[in-house]
């Protein structure tokens, strides 16, 4: 069944294709599929992670004060940002608004949930950085408060893999992947998909979550059309 309102999750690694910085092409390729979802009608907000910059918890384990890397993981998110939102409006004439948790107004707007629901219903995109603008919260949990807080119907966390797998599939040939799987399975079998703060807060208020690979052209269009690609995560009623 196609949905009215997603939010989608990107991981910061994939915009910088695997190093630091931004990868234009991937990039590019992003915003090219987003704007096919806007076009066909369908509400899109982004998150986006910050990890081709800085993650903060590698810098805490490399000796940096906690707080402090987790605030410079956040302003590596707002870069991401700032470069999906040239490429939607410049190539694809996308009208967007980027929103931070953290004050900047000469980049973004602050994160204000009416207005962002505002510009939604006006068929912009709406791109939330900063995360939430706490430490000790990642991008993972954010995609999923934000989702919650703005009526979404459906978090898409899009990967570098096809869906949910039993192991790791680089890691181990043998993994096998789940077409459905609830939220409670996948906290209980410690699968690595997302953050367990994230995938609880999505099981206590019933938020569906598409776990599918964003490098397959067209996947984040059938994501919203309703298509079986990757793994649903839900919790049934």
Known sequence: MPTRRVLLKLGGEMFG???VGVDPTVVRTV????AEVV???VEIAVVIGGGNFFRG???SQAGMQRQRSDYMGM???VMNCLALQDFLEREHHIDTRVQTAITMGQVAEAYIPR???RHLEKGRVVIFGAGVGMPYFSTDTTAAQRAL???CEMVLLAKGVDGVFTADPKIDPTATMYTEITHREVLEKGLKVADATAFSLCM???MPIMVFNLLVEGNIARAVRGERIGTLVHTPA
Request: charge should be negative.
């Open 57 to 59: 918890e590698e810098l």
């Open 115 to 117: 207005r962002a629901m």
């Open 17 to 19: 294709g695997g190093g």
């Open 204 to 206: 206590d208020n019933q």
């Open 31 to 34: 915003a090219r599929q987003i």
């Open 75 to 77: 302003l590596g998110t």
């Open 149 to 151: 807080e703005i009526e």
């Open 39 to 41: 076009r066909s009608g």
